[in-house]
């Protein structure tokens, strides 16, 4: 089952993710290849988070183990207070579609349903009572008001990633996962879509987490997170595109940094290990 961390009852957690050197690896013996390698980091409620780093970094296997898609080889961790590990399937299906929001570069909606539809369709799995007022509210909210009965091939893309995002507010998540939101968006469209999680956090009180490749959609996050190589390389608050650009473009240079600290923090561990014996405890 999962278990609690200190939140009592069902209040919300001050801290809305947090994972304990998570590791994950792919493939074994010689082709194996770690995505993720002791990654920790805590992200408190209400921030929206930009993650970053070069293709084949880990953003992808962060979000996914981190949204409970995809389980760590190693590590805890943590959404909303409650820990995700030892549940079975069924168990972290049902966390997800209560306490996880999602939206996808790709948008995943069903052709076939209309955008109130597609927008309740996280409560119809769940077996949740459907609030078509509230669904209605939320869609005006995002500016698709006068397109409730539309289909999502009656929509532009701008229009379709709109509905991913009231899909994911309507079942009132503690975190929202975005993976590459805007990637497949105009400029214009990209940009009302940023703005859109933007009033998610500060409008709706929700966490959001971002993986994106652009400086520009990363400015609009709180803070951005940078990964290299399955670990973190760096961390920006109040970002703006050169800022992130340049961060972006020194990462080798950061991750040649954090191998060496820990090189000599292994070295250090171990003459510290071979002289224990003879230090007092405390020390």
Same mark, same amino acid.
């Given at each position: 089952?999962?278990?609690?961390?200190?939140?009592?009852?069902? *209040?919300?957690?001050?801290?809305?993710?947090?994972?304990?050197?998570?590791?994950?690896?792919?493939?074994?013996?010689?082709?194996?290849?770690?995505?993720?390698?002791?990654?920790?980091?805590?992200?408190?409620?209400?921030?929206?988070?930009?993650?970053?780093?070069?293709?084949?970094? #880990?953003?992808?296997?962060?979000?996914?183990?981190? *949204? #409970?898609?995809?389980?760590?080889?190693?590590?805890?961790?943590?959404?909303?207070?409650?820990?995700?590990?030892?549940?079975?399937?069924?168990?972290?299906?049902?966390? +997800? +579609?209560?306490? $996880?929001?999602?939206?996808?570069?790709?948008?995943?909606?069903?052709?076939?349903?209309?955008?109130? !539809?597609?927008?309740?369709?996280?409560?119809?799995?769940? +077996?949740?009572?459907?609030?078509?007022?509230?669904?209605? *509210?939320?869609? /005006?909210?995002?500016?698709?008001?006068?397109? $409730?009965?539309?289909?999502?091939? !009656?929509?532009?893309? #701008?229009?379709? !990633?709109?509905?991913?995002?009231?899909?994911?507010?309507?079942?009132?998540?503690?975190?929202?996962?975005?993976?590459?939101?805007?990637?497949?968006?105009?400029?214009?469209?990209? +940009?009302?879509?940023?703005?859109?999680?933007?009033?998610?956090?500060?409008?709706?009180?929700?966490?959001?987490?971002?993986?994106?490749?652009?400086?520009?959609?990363?400015?609009?996050?709180?803070?951005?997170?940078?990964?290299?190589?399955?670990? $973190?390389?760096?961390?920006?608050?109040?970002?703006?595109?050169?800022?992130? *650009?340049?961060?972006?473009?020194?990462? #080798?240079?950061?991750?040649?940094?954090?191998?060496?600290?820990?090189?000599?923090?292994? !070295?250090?561990?171990?003459?510290?290990?071979?002289?224990?014996? /003879?230090?007092?405890?405390?020390?």
């Amino acid at each position: 089952m999962f278990r609690r961390t200190g939140r009592t009852g069902s *209040a919300r957690s001050a801290e809305a993710l947090r994972l304990v050197k998570v590791s994950k690896t792919y493939g074994a013996d010689e082709s194996a290849v770690t995505a993720l390698d002791g990654v920790t980091l805590s992200l408190r409620a209400g921030s929206f988070t930009a993650v970053m780093g070069p293709s084949g970094s #880990g953003k992808s296997t962060l979000l996914q183990c981190a *949204a #409970g898609l995809d389980r760590p080889d190693s590590g805890i961790v943590v959404v909303d207070g409650e820990e995700m590990t030892g549940g079975s399937e069924a168990e972290l299906t049902k966390f +997800r +579609r209560q306490r $996880i929001g999602f939206v996808f570069q790709q948008y995943n909606l069903l052709p076939t349903l209309t955008v109130a !539809q597609n927008t309740t369709l996280p409560l119809k799995l769940a +077996r949740r009572r459907i609030d078509r007022d509230k669904a209605r *509210a939320i869609l /005006t909210q995002v500016g698709l008001g006068d397109r $409730i009965g539309h289909r999502p091939d !009656q929509l532009s893309g #701008g229009q379709c !990633q709109r509905v991913a995002i009231a899909r994911a507010l309507v079942t009132e998540p503690s975190v929202i996962f975005a993976d590459e939101p805007t990637g497949a968006l105009d400029t214009r469209s990209a +940009r009302d879509v940023l703005r859109l999680l933007q009033e998610t956090v500060r409008v709706h009180g929700r966490t959001v987490v971002m993986v994106t490749h652009d400086p520009v959609a990363a400015s609009y996050a709180d803070s951005v997170l940078f990964l290299a190589d399955g670990r $973190i390389a760096g961390h920006l608050e109040a970002p703006t595109v050169d800022a992130v *650009a340049e961060r972006l473009a020194h990462l #080798g240079d950061a991750v040649a940094g954090v191998r060496s600290d820990t090189q000599t923090d292994t !070295q250090t561990d171990t003459q510290t290990d071979t002289h224990s014996d /003879t230090m007092p405890l405390g020390v």
